[in-house]
């Protein structure tokens, strides 16, 4: 990319907690070969230099609408740059990112947009993607090869930041969706900001695979590692498997849930300790964990001990499972059993996948195959009568749309149902909850459970033939 451009920049720089980052941000910009205008948007007057614009002042009273400010510069000065950057005051975007946002730009059809990840660098100096936690994964059947690059869709479309082209920011902002006032929905009022681009004005944003240094924004703080995201070899074996044309990837299910919020959506990279099931007892030897994540719940099984044996939500997110000890097979439900064969198991976890998949009968019906005379089945699935679960329900009503058509919210009720319909009978019944319900609950003599439970817990045996028990 030997062009030089005329950018504009604008940096949301609430209050003066972070202004030593501001500094490193503006430092990175003007070593740039560019020209670059940087302007702060801020609720406090700021002196960084002469030359640094700052507009002073809130588009709400919500000091989380800051970042809002931008769209309004941005609109009155659409003709006048070619390349417009968004941040937040603590994400360092170098000139190797900006060149290869405009090199990926002319590759991709117009409808997609060249995106960015987030990591964080720790104290002996190893990074780890902090953009990748939570719900968020890849979508295996994304990528697009055009030319000599590779792109991929990566959920999570926050990175704090943005870049649109002239261009491509006349074509936001006739879509109508972003001139628009500040707002939450899916991600909060401070991450909406930078993905209005994505969710609302009809751009897909895309990760470029084959030059994936070149996407990595450093997030100054560090704040994160140990809290979310995972380390940057877990996120380059994932990345080289998507790469490869050798192996058709496979899908066990669709994560997601519905469009308007993440509640429900099956957390694909856990945390133990805040797993609602953390604590409870899983007994046996041999285990099977069908629907595994990145493995967090089953390595701590591994640790006392146990052998665990994985059908992960897909074969990329397996290969997180498998860095942890993990057997992981294919995430391809005929393949899986193919491998499986006359193996017998002393529990089958099914964790979060009941939700998610068509028909939970078949696979309860299919797995009886592989328990042992005296396995269990353990079951943990969302409940639907938790009080803020239909609180959330309540404040969608009927405007929420399936990203996966196939979910449903779980109760007692309805998993008590596809366990009778697959010759099973349950052993055991406990709802499943953490911090402030857990407490009440114990308090309560557990009278709430049913409402306090953010999960079920269903432990069942193979029934004898025509012979149901609850």
Known sequence: MKNKLKILVAIANY?????????????????????????IMSNIAKNYAPDIRV????????????????KEIFFRQQDEYDLFIYSEDDTLIEER???????????????????????EESSDKKKYISSVHSHF?????????????SFAYFSNLHSASFMLTRKQLKSAIRSKGFMVPPHAGKYDLLCSAATDPYTQCGFNKMICISEIDDCLLHHLPDIYIGKLGIPFDEFSAQLDLLRSNKVKLKSFFNPGALKETWYFDKLIYEKLQELPEKNIDVPGKRVLSVGCGSGEF??????????????PVDDLIGISSRMKGIEVLSADMNKAETVLKNRKFDIILVRYVLEYIENPTGL???LKKFLDKDGQLFIISLNRKNLKYRKILKKLGTEAKKINSAFRLTDYGKVKKWLVQSDYHITRRKYLMKGRAHAFSKISLHIFDVLLGSSILLVARKSEKGVIFD
């Open 364 to 366: 309860l019906y299919g």
């Open 298 to 311: 089953e390595a701590q099984l591994i640790k006392k001990g146990k052998t665990v044996t994985a059908i």
């Open 97 to 119: 990112h900006v060149d290869s946002f405009m090199i990926w730009n002319e590759y991709l059809p117009d409808a997609y947009i060249p995106g960015f990840l987030r990591y």
């Open 137 to 149: 994964y890849w979508d295996i059947d994304s990528v697009l090869q055009v030319g000599p690059y």
């Open 15 to 39: 209050g003066s907690k972070n202004d030593h980052y501001v500094k490193l941000l503006i430092e990175s910009y003007r070593r740039m070969r560019h020209d670059v205008e940087i302007v």
């Open 55 to 70: 507009c002073i002042g809130l588009p709400s009273k919500n000091p989380w609408s800051l970042p809002f400010r931008h």
